[in-house]
């Protein structure tokens, strides 16, 4: 089926626009009162803030920096922080209210919230990009901490930078506050299974997938699209289980077995080589290609805006996984739903990361962590049970997983501030 509506590509690709098509449509559904869905539209906070640094040439430079709280109605917003050139408050916007839409999904007491500052760590020194970091986390102090709001890494931060986040906010409390953030180094108050929790999260809804279309992981063909933390883990965690993984599609082209491909000797090829293509058990083909080969899942854990309009139609999977954030655009999502395809949308398929972010932050503020073993038994359970109730909530309303999902968090996140009431 053809797209119903059409739009110049480049708004299709906006992720703001996505975001609110998909916001509106699960507001109409639910029959949402004017006043609600301004208050669930509207971020509950935004600072800009212009952190002064001292480059490693003596020279000063001013630096602009972001933090925006969506919601925090259903407990401390939570949300990543990204260093990069490009970064606007529209986008900062849009990822925070995101953030709240996937824990709301999955039902952790976590608003949302999203930040970032405007900077290309490429040219930065590792003194510079500590020194950016800390007065960005001293500039935000009276506005976050464990039960106000908890930041987490995000595109071009990691756990060092969470590191210098906890240790600022620290120094600035006279005591070290663990829980400010999440996706710390395990030596410093991390979580284990973080690692492999958005890949991990991954298996579990489509373990429970196939089992709502009565179908076996050794009869089940996987493409995946990325090779780097959701993807590779996932790739991992799924030939583990039994799967067929017959495509990886990375930056400079795909590789192909349709027996299936060994993962941890692909992963070892890669290391050594640089790149994935030319292993010797599989063809290299053409990364465009690969995409629409057949099969049975497909799960793009790359980047935003893969699927649009102009490819959606040549989809052959039966079941999308989203593991990347805003794979699909509204438009392709039509071309799927004519199609058939069977979609487990982002804010649910890609939740196990927030979720064991959940973990760390609750094994810090108890002191008390737990082993490997109990955090994926909590993480099945969560996914397990936020896949039943997106796709119970799917079939009593006849809509499509999207909106079901965004349905579910909007209805939990507007429960919420009618119990809570309008402080005044
Ligand atoms: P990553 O950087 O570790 O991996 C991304 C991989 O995709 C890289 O190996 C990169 O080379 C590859 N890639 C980039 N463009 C590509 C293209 N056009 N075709 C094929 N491969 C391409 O990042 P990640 O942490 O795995 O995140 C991937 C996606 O998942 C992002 O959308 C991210 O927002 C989302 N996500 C990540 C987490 C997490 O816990 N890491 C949680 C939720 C959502």
Partial sequence: MAATTT?????????????????????????????????????SREITVYIPVQLDDGRLEVFTGYR????????????????APD????EVRALAAWMTWKCAVVNLPFGGAKGGVVCDPDLLSLSELERITRRYTAELIPMIGPESDVAAPDMNT?????????????????QTTTAVVTGKPLDLGGSRGRTEATGRGCLFV????????????????VVIQGFGNVGGMAAKLLSQAGYRIISIIEIEGAVHNPRGLDI?????????????????EADNIERD?????????????????????????????????????GPTTPLADEILAGKGIFVIPDILANAGGVTVSYFEWVQDRQGYFWNEELINTRLEEIMVNSFRDVTGYADRHGVNNRIAAYMLALDRVAFAIKLRGIYA
């Fill in 87 to 90: 970064l606007t408050l529209d």
């Fill in 158 to 174: 990691n756990e060092q930078v969470m590191a210098w986040m906890m240790d600022t906010y620290s120094m600035h409390m006279r």
């Fill in 206 to 221: 489509i373990g429970e997938a196939l089992r709502r279309f009565g179908m076996e992981p050794a009869s089940t063909r």
């Fill in 7 to 43: 739009l110049p590509i480049e708004e299709e690709l906006n992720p703001r626009l996505a975001a609110e098509a998909r916001f509106d449509e699960a507001a109409r559904r639910l029959n949402l009162d004017d006043g609600l869905r301004k208050v669930l539209r509207t971020p």
């Fill in 264 to 280: 941890p000797a692909l992963m070892r090829h890669r290391k050594e080589t640089g790149s994935i293509l030319d292993f010797p």
């Fill in 68 to 83: 925006v709280q969506h919601s925090m109605v259903r407990g401390p917003a939570k949300g990543g922080i990204r260093f």
């Fill in 289 to 325: 290609e690969a995409m629409f080969l057949d099969c049975e899942v497909l799960l793009p854990a790359a980047k935003e805006n893969v699927l649009t309009s102009q490819n959606a139609g040549r989809i052959r999977a039966r079941i999308l996984c989203e593991g990347a954030n």
